[in-house]
């Protein structure tokens, strides 16, 4: 994973055209756009890859759950709606939405009147480095995101060799209990750290404590915001908890598609590590 990972950034062309550069986006629709120089952002995720390129001063607005990411860029509206007319009055370039935003509201609106959308969608963490190569190109920050991504490959190189991998099942909500599917970007992750996804469904399945207890993971990772909660749940609590075999961590860190995944990336590595059978290699 690793080798692909850096493969992958070796072969990625930093190429910019200063008046239009043609991308696709994550659903593969082809994108003619002259550099962006106002941005709505309808995805938490795609806030942050701009601020790790030094673009965020390029959004002009934003949902919930994405910190402001300029004094001028304006709310939108929540995280799953959004106020098409407030989008429009906004006059942006371009606007990033998340799939899901996409296919139940459609973009048409928007392009009706010019304005570009990119679809945004990562789904594993070759397509977050993809994804970053893109918004440089899109925004002309191009040594910005080649800086970044390289870092990240760095990053990714220092990582524990994790010999056994565990298995693991990743809770991102608890009531009900939703957990990442195998085909997510956080299932990769957790691939990148050392440790198997035991989760087969695709997607963010709804399961029940009974499917957690039978798949039977070594180690259950939790959102950190349902520490509490877990209490609740007497048949997680009493078989996992109990047995040291949960651990918390903040969603910040592993639950948005960007570059700052290596944050939780890291901490699920050492996490296996210490709790894994290993003989200490990089």
Not at 60 to 77: C, Q, S
Not at 99 to 105: D, K, L, N
Not at 228 to 233: A, L, Q, R, T, V
Request: net charge positive; proline share 5%; charged share 25%.
């Amino acid at each position: 994973m690793k080798r692909s990972i850096i493969a992958l950034v070796i072969c990625l062309v930093f190429a910019i055209n200063a008046l239009a550069v043609t991308v696709k986006d994550d659903i593969s629709r082809t994108i003619n756009i002259s550099k962006a120089k106002s941005i709505v952002v309808l995805s938490p995720a795609a806030c942050d890859i701009l601020e790790e390129i030094d673009a965020s001063n390029l959004i002009v607005g934003y949902t919930d759950y994405a910190k402001k990411p300029n004094p001028k860029a304006v709310n939108v509206g929540a995280f799953g709606t959004f106020n098409v007319e407030k989008i429009i009055s906004l006059k942006p370039d371009l606007v990033i939405m998340p799939r899901f935003i996409y296919e139940r509201y459609t973009a048409g609106p928007l392009e009706v009147l010019g304005i570009k959308v990119f679809v945004f969608d990562p789904k594993n963490i070759k397509d977050i480095v993809s994804d970053v190569e893109k918004f440089g190109l899109i925004t002309g920050k191009i040594n910005q995101a080649k800086n970044k991504i390289n870092t990240f490959v760095k990053q990714v190189s220092t990582l524990y060799k994790i010999d056994k991998k565990p298995t693991v099942a990743f809770v991102i909500w608890f009531s009900p209990i939703i957990v990442a599917g195998k085909d997510t970007f956080i299932s990769n992750a957790i691939n990148v750290a050392g440790g198997r996804n035991i989760i087969p469904k695709d997607g963010w399945p709804v399961v029940t404590s009974e499917y957690l207890i039978e798949k039977n993971p070594q180690f259950l990772i939790v959102n950190s915001r349902f520490k509490n909660d877990i209490f609740k749940e007497n048949k997680l609590f009493e078989y996992f908890y109990k047995k040291n075999r949960v651990l918390f961590i903040d969603n910040s860190l592993i639950e948005r598609p960007s570059l700052s995944i290596i944050k939780g990336i890291k901490i699920l590595n050492d996490y296996f590590y210490e709790n894994c059978n290993n003989n200490g290699r990089r």
